[in-house]
């Protein structure tokens, strides 16, 4: 070969040339050639490397595949999901970071744009980390972004995303920050409202608390002497906590007023009543014996706690003293406790990590556990036999090994085949010769072999003549261009140079890939040049960097690199950011939890904060204090009526306002329910009242003095005299009418026609209707009946549906009733109101029904709630007596709980009672078995 190395074969013998490519790997023999040059054979290749599936470049970190697929680079001993691939889907970045991106904030023409003036083609420009963080931070900032909130008067107040705006009162509001609840889930609101103190009792008489029940009796009161108590629906106690002047005790009432469950604390008893009064008990009694009995080890009984049933049967609570026996074949028996260890062992030392327990079985047979061995083993690594001459013979994956112990070699038969310990292998049978033996030969057959390989062999390349190579001649193997030829003893390699050049005109070709002087294509999409990578629309140049083409750029690692984005700097922003880095961002800016969203603090600095997107409530106390928003604006005002109490004042300058009128500071003037005290001052500036007969408004002067100019008046014109004359009003009679002179002193005299009634009284004439009048006709628009307030008028109106008739009250707008109405019979007949009642009760019914099925269906979930918040106990040998409280849409409960752990843990005893603000109640008891 190129080193020069003599391989000598004789005539028979085999010379092999072999390349390191597998005997499976598909091959092809289109761009090898072997040339007889000056008696030597050239392998030479082809420049233009064709029918190549995919080429293979390594280094020491990596290897480079180029297939019909596209290029993949596969790093050595790392992770797979790090592979980086380009193909005509796109690029594949391995989870690596993609470095040195410029900004994505330019257009075609390399001028820079903001994020919201970005339009066109810049949306797909892929953007860096530096990018990202001035993003966030013109979002997040208060000066271009941040959250804010307005007074009424325009007055704005700012912080940055993350921060909190205090929302403080004035000493007369209060703002504080509390938790509610909306849709099943809590939240922290903003509360604005008065400030107030509530004060339930004091250190010498304890003060009390008390829900009233459906019936108007206690439901739940909580007595500083009396301890607590929940009533039932009548009345009676169903579940009581004594305090400290009762005797000590919890109980659970049934239904009948008889106790369900007590806890006696005077004489240390619990009982349980069913629900027919039967007990239930749990005593102390002598139960069966122990491992160490009553006395010790030869005791023959031992105390245990009996729970008795209510039907008389007994079961007895186990300690962890009880335990098991274990026996061998032996006979020997091993008693343990209960939480003691019993060890099974083996001789196997615990050095040993290698074992297996795939040959091993526990079955059950007859109450015992009987181990047993498979017949077939499996899962081993070796098995050593060892005889009486102590000769050894060891079976393992590797096949079978022999050590004699009185010196001589080893034998072994391995899947290298035999290794016989340089002894004969004796008295073989002549093997079978052909293509396909793997027979073993013996000598006679050897000497034939050798007669025929004496003869030597020809050697041809091309097709070219051949030539005779007679033992001891030597072939020598030339590289040609590209190729590599070397030999290890017998074995020659030819191969490709680890630097090949195919020259200006040569390519390689793999399927759809090419590599040639301009670079490398893969099919008609995927193609590396000088001037960069492009794959369908994604390019990838040095001059403009990378162009995704409207793909996505998958598995790329974060180009924070595990640190924060207000904490990346330098290189770190220009790295691409990927969907992760911009969730990160995203949720720094918009979750209150990661430092982001908005805050609203309290006078006492308590915070409220939010994600973005979201809303703090701000809300009124419900008393003095509402809120609205409005027009995109959240407006605090004071209610329409507001309520500070008996001791409450308002102040505004020198003016106050307060239970006892209206004062101002420094001056007499005052205003209480008594009526104003002017101080001796003016009332200046008063509007005109009204001058009428039930008037009590005041007049002023400018009132006072037209009505002595009037005064004035009258005396002057009742020296000239007065007319008379009779004249017609829409369409009235008169007769002999003429205009008649009336002086003072003068009689003028009325008459009364049909139907008129004239009365004097004194002075005073009186012009009526008769009571009792006749008409041919009347024709009216409306008709008034009756007088004073017992006026009502009737009158036909028209409206969509037609004429109708409206009965109303003097006024015409009041409503008026009509009685004595007959019940009505017919469809369009009217109804009275004791027909309508009739409906109104029924539906009253049907309302009140469903009001106490609500109570009760409240009631009913927060006693749930009440009981299933009772802590329980956990440590074994430990009771628990606890108290908890539940409410449920407006309801409210207390529940007592009792309950014991036995004192191995495995017996749980719990005992509970709930009482609800609606007057009803619910118990329960529990025991259970755990292992």
Known sequence: GDTGEVIAKKLNETLAIKG?????????????RVDNENGQLIVKM????????NATFGSDNSNTTIGGNGVTITPKGGDASNTVSLTDKGLNNGNNQVTNVSTGLKDRDGNNVTLANASGDVLNNAVNVGDLKDSVNN???ATTGGFGLTDEKGNDVKADLGKTVTVQGDGSVRTTVVEVEKDGKKE???????????????DKEPGTITVKGENGKDGVSISGKDGIGIKGENGQDAVSINGKDGDGTVAVKGKDGKTGVALNGKDGTIGINGKDGSNGSITVAQGEKGLDGND??????KTRIVYEKPNGDKEEVATLNDGLNFVGNDGKVIAKKLNKTLAIKGNLSTAVKDVTANNLRVDNVGDELIINMAKALTDLTSATFTNKDGNKSVVDGNGLTITPTKGGNIVSLTTSGLDNGGNKVINVAAGDVNANSTDAVNGSQLYAVSEVANKGWNIQTNGNDTTNVKPGDT??????????INNDGTNVTVGLAKDVDLGKDGSIKAGDTIMNNEGVKVGDNVSLTKDGLKAGNVTISATTGINAGDKQITNVASGLGGKKLSEAKGDTLTNAANIGDLQTAVSSVTDASQGGGFGLADDKGQEVKQNLGKTIPVKGDGKNIITVVKGGALTVNLNKDVDLGKDGSVTTGNTKVSDKGVSFADSLVNLTSNGLDNGGNKVTNVKAGDVNANSTDAVNGSQLYATNQNVTNVQNEVAKGWNIEAGTVDGGKVFNASKTKVAMGDTVGVKAGKNIEITQDGSNIAIATSANPTFETVTTESVKVGKGDNTVAIETVTDKHGSALKVSGADGKSETRINNVADGKADNDAVNVRQLRGVAQNVANIDNRVSKLDKRVRGIGANAAAASSLPQVYIPGKSMVALAGGAYSGASAVAVGYSRASDNGKVILKVNGTANSAGHYSGGVGVGYQW
């Open 20 to 32: 390191n490519l597998t005997a499976t790997a598909a091959v092809t023999d289109k761009n090898l």
């Open 296 to 301: 010790g080890a030869n005791g023959k009984t």
């Open 46 to 53: 082809a420049k233009s490397l064709t029918d190549l599936t």
């Open 139 to 141: 979002l997040t900032n």
């Open 188 to 202: 922290k609101v903003l509360e604005v409202g008065l400030t107030n103190n509530v004060t339930v009792g004091n």
């Open 475 to 484: 072939v020598n193997f030339v590289n040609g261009k590209n190729i590599e």
